[in-house]
């Protein structure tokens, strides 16, 4: 069988509740070992599909396979595919020991396998001393681990994480962004990762499902989705970027040129399907894509009106910087008077932007995507 | 489909001991006790159906005037509980500390578990004309001859009052516990003044307390039993009273059911007015306190 | 803001209230309780020393709480009786809770009103409809079979099903509250982890409810050791405490003894309160 090679699969799974879709046609294959994110707004049916492969919910139509086989006539309780619940669901009525001793006491192993597989599973998750522990006198992050330990004393076929760092604060949630990533690879099980977090989804995983209303709308590479989406949802959801909405007024050479509501007229190029005049199209253009050009500023770039044919240059004033060390951020209204993010680098010196100058933004057409 | 027919099986298992318990021991009792003041003993086991029990009862003014005076007296029971228990409430949930306001709490738990007998049987032993009170006033020189403190109108709503106030306290300081500091400390810094922060904050957000408050405590006052008998004597009129002296004494159920029956359409009346008036409903009040 | 002066005068206005307010409520308390000392044949000043007679003495006129039969049989009736209107009331608020916290089904919050109305019934009419009830059917079948049903009569029965029919809307609010605040996840997490339904019932769900499973029985054993209301109508020859006290107050009039049940009864409950909320005291918070 040569589908073993995937943990996981979806056949054109749908589950509907009374007459909403909540997951309609999904399929996708999860080779082995991977971390697998799916990405979508809340309501978009994520959790649906997840309680699905868990086997709390039962699809409507479509088959759920795990190493190749079909468990939809699996119950719950004897799935192996394991769930990090999204506030934990620890149980506080037990200390840490018989929170993970729990599911191994219910496939009747022995009490001394129990012991060791415990303190196994405690010392791959660096926590080899918090046994006896009660739950509340653990830390947001070890209550984390705790979690995922309680799931992986079963060597599980599959680990469903729903959200878990979502209760947790900014720093932490960082940190823990990359200790998931660490404890996958250490424990090499297929992780499923739910998300409405796109840099969560980014940092750690090898493939991203980018899910909206039931449907995916694509999968791929974090590098992919970012950097070639397929449809405006995605490239309007994963990263930053300026959006704009307006009308097609020429195609030539796989360039578009469109002009918004505003009065704007840009270049770019096709994403998605073919379009020709008077369609509406949306763009989109990365912050980090757009550049200065102004001679106050800097020398190195091309001044004014010596751009390619197609490039895009747009004048207009400082509005605001919004600064974050390495990240910083300008806010530039346009002529138009609509207002363009832009990412710039500030080293702190005299050159740097200053709110209220006038300033020419520029980018490269392949850098506008349209939709 | 396993689900399901597994879910209609737990529906039903869980439903089954609701449903004996309430229609065997509430619906069935209440319709066999309506059945019953219907009848009429026109001869030794001879009974006539009609509404001579109920006619009885508005025809002869003991009766009726018992029963107005029953009501009466639990509303002004139920006011002036609310006017002393509102401010215990609320110092044991906002003002007081957090350890007192456990302790606090507790000290109105405790009498509250104590039966009522008990209760009344200490306000005697207190107020009676050999009673402590009525003694120490003596010695001191306050008066000359014993007092009898007991027997009066007065007496018997203090001795309600302190039956019931604190199934008042307890369902306030819980809705007042719920409530936000924040909330009150925002009303001040508009700008309002003491009286408009409890009149259009802090009240309207008890609402639900104190209604569920009032609807127990004017219940359980109605129904009340020993307090008016021990602290009223035999002729504290108190409508349950009548209702004992037809079943126990006269051993005429008939109207006995039948009197019942006109305490709690009169209860559940006042206590459906109470919550028109209030905006409320039973299940947001007293299913929660 | 008021001016900090006038504040604290408020205060200790408010403080002293708060003083007078708990001294109305021990006084009868502290009364009932403190001539159980008095070595007096009556419960009235003037003290005549400390006694523990009406305790522990074995003969009249002074026969002391735990010599007194008909008081130690009233006792053991009220713990009889409580002891089984706990159990069933447990039982059937368990029930009820899962029934409208877990289950949907048509009319609900009517269903729900049902469950709360008992405790608004005033407690004579309770009695009386179960009395009423009780007697008729007992006739009907001594009518039409000649059988007697004993059972059906005033007594322990009676007074049992009296007393739980409403009990057992107390419990079934106190366990709902409880059982609302659950979080089902931890149930599916159990479930995920491959236990059976029985064994998530019997190692979370349960555990999870027993601080308010001990706390409903608790407040269920003191509401029926000190109901007198129902009780009265339901009564037999097995009379429990607080009815026995009534008739020896009502026949006999008040001696010290009665003063010393109060004391122990005092003493129970207050015990019993405290116990109760200890028990539903998060250790989490």
Known sequence: MNTSEFDLQCENLTKHFASVRAVDGVSFDIPAGTFFSILGPSGCGKTTLMRMIAGFESPNSGDIKIKGKSVLDTPPNKRNVKMVFQHLALFPMMNVYENIAYGLRCNGASKSVIKTKVADVLERVALPDVAKREIHQLSGGQKQRIAIARCMALDPDVLLLDEPLGALDLKLREAMKIELKLLQHQFNTTFVYITHDQSEALVMSDHVAVMNEGKFEQIGTPQELYHEPVSAFVAGFVGDANRWSGTVSAVHDGRVQFTTAQGLTLNGINKGDAHAASDTVSAFVRPEFIKLSDANLTNTNTTAGNNNEGHNSISGRIDSLLFNGANSRLLVRVDSNELIEADVTLTGGLNDPKAGENVTLVWPHEQTMCF | MMVSDGKKLGLFLLFTPFALWIGLLIILPHVGMFILSLKEKVAPRVYEYGLDNYINFIQEPIYWNTLLRTGVMSLLVTVLTLLIGFPVAYYIAKIAGKRSKGALFLLCLIPLWVSDLIRAFGWILLLRETGVVSKSLQSVGLIDTPIEFLYNDATVVMGLIYTVVLFMIVPLVSTLDGMDNEMIEAGYNLGGSRLTVLRRIIVPYAMPGIVAGCIVVFMLTAGSYLTPILLGGKNSSWFTEQIYDQFITRYNWESGAAFGFVLLTFTSFVVWAGLRLSGQTLSSTVAKS | ?285
């Not at chain 3, 408020?10 to 409520?25: I, N």
């Not at chain 3, 007992?138 to 409403?166: D, K």
């Not at chain 3, 089902?184 to 029985?198: D, P």
Request: aromatic share 12%; charged share 15%; hydrophobic share 55%.
């Open chain 3, 1 to 285: 803001m008021v001016s900090g002066a006038t504040n604290r005068i408020m205060l200790s206005g408010y403080r002293v209230y708060m003083a007078l307010f708990f001294l109305f409520l021990a006084a009868p308390l502290f009364s009932a309780a403190l001539f159980a000392f008095n070595d007096s044949l009556f419960p009235s000043l003037p003290w005549k020393g400390f006694t523990l007679d009406w305790f522990f003495n074995d003969t009249e006129p002074k026969l002391g709480m735990f010599n007194d039969r008909r008081l130690l049989r009233g006792l053991y009736y009220s713990f009889v009786i409580a002891s089984m209107v706990s159990l069933l009331s447990i039982f059937v608020g368990t029930c009820n809770a899962f029934l409208f916290v877990r289950c949907e089904f048509r009319a609900k919050n009517f269903f729900y009103i049902l469950m709360v109305l008992p405790l608004i019934i005033p407690g004579v009419i309770l009695g009386i409809s179960i009395l009423v009830m009780a007697s008729n059917m007992a006739n009907g079948v001594e009518n039409s079979t000649g059988i007697e049903l004993e059972f059906l009569r005033p007594g322990l029965l009676l007074v049992v099903l009296g007393q739980f029919s409403f009990i057992a809307t107390i419990c079934s609010l106190v366990i709902i509250a409880r059982l609302k605040k659950f979080d089902i996840a931890m149930e599916e997490a159990a479930f995920n982890l491959g236990a059976s339904r029985t064994r998530v019932l019997r190692t979370i769900t349960l555990p999870f409810l027993r601080p308010a499973l001990i706390a409903a029985g608790i407040v269920a054993f003191l509401v029926s050791f000190e109901n007198f209301n129902t009780t009265l109508f339901l009564v037999g020859s097995e009379a429990p405490l607080t009815i026995t006290m009534y008739d020896r107050m009502v026949k006999v009039g008040s001696t010290p003894v009665l003063n010393a049940v109060s004391f122990v009864l005092i003493l129970g409950s207050a015990l019993l309160a405290v116990l109760s909320i200890a028990v539903q005291r998060d250790p989490d918070k």
